[in-house]
């Protein structure tokens, strides 16, 4: 080869390196690190998770929360969903938590959706997402008008439990392939077959169910995205999500589909295929005047996948055109990331209130443990606000009562020159470092074994569960002999799913 052909050659080669780096796709954030301790209350774990912060984010910015499925870690969230080139698109704070520990028997890195335990306000996974979130308000400025959740899988009916525990936090959620809030074990197929088979709770349980733990107003509302042809979480699970959201949060002349529905349209935008996806917006009145209490992304997608390392049984996200062929991740079909962000976008928690509150960052800690009969002095706090700095924080710390054991909250709020107002609460858990025979002893054993040792009993449906012995909660299958499990000694002969309070230090 001559070497004027030799240097034709090569300049096509740099001409071709310099069209894929001006083409391809440019990420400009940080990823952070970080791990949260676990907390006192019941159920709570230590947990790792990761913050991917665009550069050039305006602030105070919306937070978007996202869970990964079961047998996926945060880390195929961040690298597979195209979720970091949408939060440089859009310009959101991306937190990816990892389950990293979990109690009872469960598929790896499963959250624990239908366990009891983490289906109720201040316990558990719900709890300590929470947590998580206000960690995270604690370090970059989060617009409080737009906190989102999201996931897939166990993650996405994960997403649906924090916005039914804790939705007067949450402006918005969005579930794919996830499940009805209160929902157990058998609502997901686990047969390994296509076509897949599972059993759901009645809407009308369903509904119950929500209401028994909402203890807020706000019609919080959702997305649910949906593959006709998943095995895995089959439909009706998608319409069951749908049909009890209207029933919870419609009124009784809107409250079933056919009467809140205000839309339907092509879903967009999709990278490739669309696969028939129909994006369809549910109400409060059935009209596109008001605010979607819940929408459905509904589509017949592919069963098979790319990825050797998954099931090839329809049930995935599809992260678009800046996604990747990960584990249960596809980049052909609805594009997630953008059909979110869009709904996310159009629901912040109060429409008519401006953006840009004050951001209350605690001092000390959340929850604070203090023993009875002692001086109570909170640690206090402090306010930031875009426009007018540091703002004053009013605290109300009136319902603590030193001279009783309990649980108690203290309020602290902030508001600033436009009249947005942020509150913040602490936990304040007082107890008695003096209870007798407190042995503070941890003991890893099978759920089997707990319960053979009295630490535990079982309890449940036809008492196929261990319940520690004390505060009941579920600890795994009681003929588990094979996974271990902490419990932990207060009192004498009194155990606990995680270590009480008069063990916690004073």
Request: hydrophobic letters at 35%; charged letters at 20%; glycine letters at 8%.
């Amino acid at each position: 080869m001559s070497a004027y052909s030799s240097l034709v050659l090569w300049g096509r080669d740099l001409i071709a390196i310099l069209v894929f780096l001006l083409c391809a796709p440019v990420q400009a954030g940080t990823l952070t690190s970080a791990t949260f301790d676990a907390q006192g209350y019941s159920g709570s774990r230590e947990r790792n998770y990761q913050i991917y912060v665009p550069d050039s984010l305006t602030r105070p910015a919306p937070l978007v929360m996202t869970l990964h499925g079961c047998q996926q870690t945060q880390a195929d969230v961040l690298d597979d969903w195209g979720l970091k080139a949408a939060a440089d698109r859009y310009g959101f704070i991306l937190v990816a938590p990892f389950i990293t520990s979990y109690d009872g028997l469960r598929n790896t890195n499963c959250w624990g959706f239908w366990l009891d335990q983490h289906q109720q306000e201040g316990m558990g996974e719900p709890e300590d997402l929470h947590q998580i979130a206000l960690e995270v308000e604690g370090k970059f400025a989060v617009d409080p008008e737009r906190r989102y959740i999201t996931g897939l899988s166990s993650g996405g009916a994960m997403a649906v439990v924090a916005s039914v525990t804790h939705n007067e936090y949450w402006a918005a959620a969005a579930a794919a392939a996830g499940l009805p809030y209160g929902e157990d074990a058998a609502s997901v197929s686990l047969s390994g077959q296509c076509p897949g088979f599972a059993t759901f709770h009645p809407v009308s349980q369903v509904v119950s169910d929500m209401r028994g733990e909402l203890d807020d107003d706000y019609a919080i509302p959702l997305l649910v995205l949906q593959n006709n042809n998943d095995c895995t979480v089959i439909q009706p699970a998608g319409r069951n999500l749908r049909d009890a959201q209207i029933v919870v949060f419609g009124d009784e002349s809107h409250d079933t589909p056919n009467e809140a529905l205000a839309s339907q349209e092509a879903c967009q935008p999709f990278f490739e295929q669309n696969y028939g996806c129909r994006q369809s917006r549910y109400t409060l009145d059935g009209t596109d005047a008001s605010r979607s209490l819940v929408e459905t992304v509904f589509f017949d997608g592919p069963r098979a996948t790319p990825s050797p390392r998954d099931t090839d049984r329809g049930h995935y996200w599809i992260g678009g055109e800046s996604g990747n062929q990960g584990k249960w991740a596809v980049r052909q079909g609805p594009s997630y990331p953008d059909i979110i962000w869009n709904f996310f976008e159009r629901h912040p928690r109060n429409a008519s209130s401006p953006q840009g509150a004050p951001r209350i960052t605690l001092n000390g800690a959340n929850p604070l443990l203090v023993p009875i009969n002692t001086s109570y002095n909170d640690p206090g706090a402090s306010a930031q606000d875009a426009e007018d700095g540091e703002v004053s924080v009013t605290a109300d710390c009136s319902q603590v009562d030193i001279s009783r054991v309990g649980d108690y909250v203290c309020t602290f709020s902030a508001i600033d020159s436009d009249g947005n107002t942020t509150t913040a609460q602490r936990s304040v858990q007082v107890f008695d470092p003096e209870t007798p025979s407190a042995s503070c002893t941890t003991v890893d054993a099978s759920p089997l074994a707990h319960i053979n040792a009295g630490r535990a009993i079982a309890g449940g449906l036809f008492n196929l569960r261990a319940l520690s012995k004390t505060d009941q909660q579920d600890i795994g299958f009681a003929y588990d002999v094979w996974s271990s499990v902490s419990l932990h000694e207060g009192e004498s002969d009194q155990w606990y799913s995680q270590p009480p309070a008069v063990c916690s230090g004073s």
